[in-house]
Nanobody, 114 residues
Framework: QVQLVESGGGLVQAGGSLRLSCAAS????????MRWYRQGPGKQRDFVAQ???????NYANFVKDRFTISWDSTNNTIYLQMNKLKPEDTAVYYC????????WGQGTQVTVSS
């Protein structure tokens, strides 16, 4: 199994930045894809970004050129650097990994004020 613990959420003004972290533990060697999702108030959970073990990345159109996903294999942590934040980025952000099964973190709240 894989355990995921997110951190780094908070309150930020529009135009600001935050970096989310997701620390993975357990059978991390089985992970091959790492993703971030988000769920805004009253909305469905949406894909945000993905990185593979080969460092291939892809992003949802609404975060391109603003967010960057990365993976530090030395400490088994997935990051989401979020710049130029907008009020519509307000959501609970979830870390997700695909290993032998799919695993989710508990979520971290990001609130962007206008």
């Amino acid at each position: 199994q894989v355990q995921l613990v997110e951190s780094g959420g908070g309150l930020v003004q529009a135009g600001g930045s935050l970096r989310l972290s997701c620390a993975a533990s357990g059978r991390v060697f089985t992970i091959n894809r790492m993703r971030w999702y988000r769920q805004g108030p009253g909305k469905q959970r949406d894909f945000v970004a993905q990185i593979t073990r080969d460092d291939f990345t892809n992003y949802a159109n609404f975060v391109k050129d603003r967010f960057t996903i990365s993976w530090d294999s030395t400490n088994n942590t997935i990051y989401l650097q979020m710049n130029k934040l907008k009020p519509e980025d307000t959501a609970v952000y979830y870390c997700n990994v695909l290993a032998l099964s799919q695993y989710w973190g508990q979520g971290t709240q990001v609130t962007v004020s206008s």
